[in-house]
């Protein structure tokens, strides 16, 4: 059976023949997958990747604790944060853990800020029940005392014997330590954390693809060679919406499902080399953007909370010895210094354009037929 059958039932593209529909049965079967009569379906628990962070690295500066002072007074900040802290914590947890954090317009809505449930404790997400209180207000201090009695009161669904409560805020806060020491000798909680601008800028040191992210959030100017780098959402972004009408991740992957799918292998292995090529690099970054989004939410949110794409040999060098592992998406494709940036413990993609080349294994990316492409626009 073609991968191609397979992909359009999964997306409700093609209803299969019986005879296909036996075979993919049988196929699923084969992996203790369990059809009951009730309808519902039972198998083994799925292995969950992780990009958790083998190594510590060398810290980069994006961004400083006065930029993030100054951003908590802007408009949008206040709805931005949730999302920042969520990429944070993905970025660092991969899909291990539970997380919710509405965003947003979502923001005004009742309940808690955000939540987590991990049985893997990091430098900043505690293990177990983490409870999340997020303020861009300027009166730190008295916003903190405010949220932790309201939460203290009413933990919503949450037990406080077993739960973490944590409160972060995007300025600078000078009385935070002193804080902290009088709410957890009250002993209403498991503990108490709070996180306020230079926690969230080591913490954004050690990720560089959120860094990235939110400078671009700031309209934080960067030197030269950070400017050649763009993290995987924008660089989507960017090319998608360059024509009259935005490409979609749809029309991206038509007719390329086994190319797909050999991405998302090589990201599931152990760090290489993936050499791809399309008519322009922009195009072999797009692919990897749509091909990742084929994913379940948190685990595309996790490659893409590690991803970078770059366009300067210098950049990618002066990246390599950060906090790994990252995914490097490189649209000056240079093999030698992929083979450095994998050695160091990073997947790499190398992206070609439809030049003539005489190095190495390239996969060329498959041309979209006509007809997939009509079906995928409509």
């Known amino acids: 059976m073609a991968v191609s059958t397979v992909a359009d039932f999964e997306r409700g593209q093609r209803t299969p023949v019986p005879n296909n ?12 997958i369990q059809f009951l009569p009730s309808g519902a379906i039972a198998g083994p628990d799925v292995p ?90 300027a009166k730190v201090g008295p916003k903190a005392s405010e949220d932790f009695e309201k939460r203290t009161a009413d933990p919503l669904t949450l037990d406080r014997s077993t739960s973490t409560y944590v409160f972060v805020t995007p300025r600078r806060w000078s009385a935070k330590s002193k804080w902290l020491r009088a709410r957890r000798a009250e002993g209403t909680w498991r503990d108490v954390r709070a996180y306020d601008a230079d926690d969230l800028v080591e913490w954004l040191e050690q990720t560089p693809a959120v860094a990235r992210w939110l400078a671009g ?28 009408r935005p490409l979609s991740t749809d029309l991206v992957l038509c007719d390329r499902d086994d190319d797909a799918m050999e991405v998302l292998k090589w990201l599931r292995r152990e760090p ?19 091909a990742v989004r084929e994913l379940p939410a948190d685990l595309a949110e996790m490659y893409i909370a590690r ?59 498959a041309r979209r037929v006509r007809n997939s492409l009509a079906h995928s626009a409509g």
């Open 307 to 365: 991803c970078l794409v770059v366009d300067d040999a210098a950049a990618a060098r002066r990246l390599a010895p950060v906090s790994g592992p990252l995914v490097f998406a490189l649209t000056i494709p240079e093999p030698g210094l992929a083979s450095t940036l994998v050695a160091k413990g990073h997947h790499v993609l190398l992206a070609y354009d439809d030049r003539p080349r005489a190095d190495g294994d390239v996969r060329i990316l």
């Open 48 to 137: 969950r990747a992780s990009l958790r962070r083998t190594r510590k690295g060398v810290p980069l500066r994006w961004l400083s604790a006065q930029d993030l002072h100054d951003w908590a007074s802007s408009y949008p900040a206040a709805a931005t944060l949730p999302t920042l802290i969520a990429k944070l914590i993905r970025a660092h947890h991969g899909a291990l853990i539970e997380l919710h954090f509405p965003s947003g317009e979502s923001t005004r809505q009742s309940g808690w800020d955000g939540t987590t449930r991990t049985n893997d404790a990091s430098e900043y997400v505690p293990a177990g029940a983490g409870a999340w209180e997020l303020s861009c207000k």
């Open 272 to 290: 290489s080399v993936l050499a791809l090529q399309a008519t322009t690099t922009e195009e072999v970054t797009a692919f990897l953007y749509a």
């Open 217 to 244: 959030q700031l309209g934080k100017r960067l030197d030269d060679e950070l400017a050649a780098v763009r993290d995987l959402e924008d660089a989507w972004q960017e090319w998608s919406r360059a024509t009259k």
């Open 21 to 32: 529909a036996m075979a993919l049965r049988r196929a699923l079967e084969a992996a203790q």
